[in-house]
């Protein structure tokens, strides 16, 4: 990692944080603060490589408080909703883009959120509309293997969707024990005896599926098959409906990809 200059002043600076939300509060404290703007906020995981000033900024929970509070207080309740989301969402550069936006927010006020067309806000709003569309989309494409009485399945979504389906499958299987194994985020939604807890994994491996479970995935895609109208299929339809980068999860299509 480059110098680092936790006492820099200008502009050409670059904030390096621990990757959690409080963390990126803590980013935006020391901006508020310092009257600095970064050029850039990246994990700390991330060691960045450049020429720039490298600020570490450690997280305080109660410099993150203060922040979380004034949010809501000094923009609106919507801002901070808005954070929250894109936190969690695909978007690049999500934690400057955020910054900036909640910069101009204690300037200007609750009106900032209302201007969809503004350079600051559309991205945002852009990245939440992505994430509470691909949660949406995983609602129906979960699927669920049964391993000596638990359900799991493994999905590789864009965003981090996992807090925004928890309780549409724990309402769903309410009396079941489960897990959906985010692979690409490295965490699970865990339920068990009524209890549901999202924890960080590196990675799973599944044991085989048993013949009974094995038998039931085959008529499942045989019914798949079977329903489908040769002379009406449109691939480009399905595809719009069902995107390509899920079929590696679906035991209908899979074998497709």
């Not at 009396?175 to 959906?180: H, P, T, V």
Request: glycine share 4%; with cysteine.
């Amino acid at each position: 990692m480059s110098e680092i200059n936790s006492l820099a002043k200008a502009d050409n600076v670059i904030y390096a944080y621990d990757g959690s939300f409080s963390g990126f509060l803590c980013c935006v404290f020391e901006s508020v603060y310092s009257g600095v703007t970064p050029i850039d906020i990246v994990s700390i995981e991330e060691e960045p490589i450049t020429f720039y000033a490298v600020n570490i900024i450690q997280t305080d929970e109660n410099k993150a408080r203060r922040v979380l509070s004034s949010v809501p207080k000094k923009i609106s309740k919507e801002a901070l909703r808005l954070i929250e989301t894109v936190f969690l969402s695909a978007l690049k550069q999500k934690e400057l883009l955020m910054l900036k936006f909640l910069l101009r927010g204690y300037r200007e006020g609750s009106g900032l959120v209302k201007r969809l067309g503004d350079p600051d806000v559309s991205p945002l709003l852009k990245a939440q509309k992505h994430l509470f569309g691909e949660a949406h989309l995983l609602r129906g494409f979960v699927r669920f293997a049964d391993y000596d009485g638990a359900l799991a399945a493994t999905i590789t979504p864009k965003n981090f969707v996992l807090p925004f389906i928890a309780g549409h499958f724990t309402e769903r299987y309410v009396n079941e024990d489960f897990m959906i194994f985010d692979k690409t985020h490295k965490a699970a939604l865990v339920y068990q005896n009524r209890r549901k807890e999202i924890i960080s994994i590196d990675s799973i491996e599944f044991p085989s599926i048993s013949e009974g479970e094995a038998r039931y995935q085959a008529m499942w895609k045989r019914f798949y098959d079977t329903v489908s109208i040769e002379s009406r299929e449109n691939p480009r339809c399905r595809m719009s409906h069902m995107p390509k980068r899920y079929w590696e999860n679906m035991t209908e299509v899979r074998d497709l990809v």
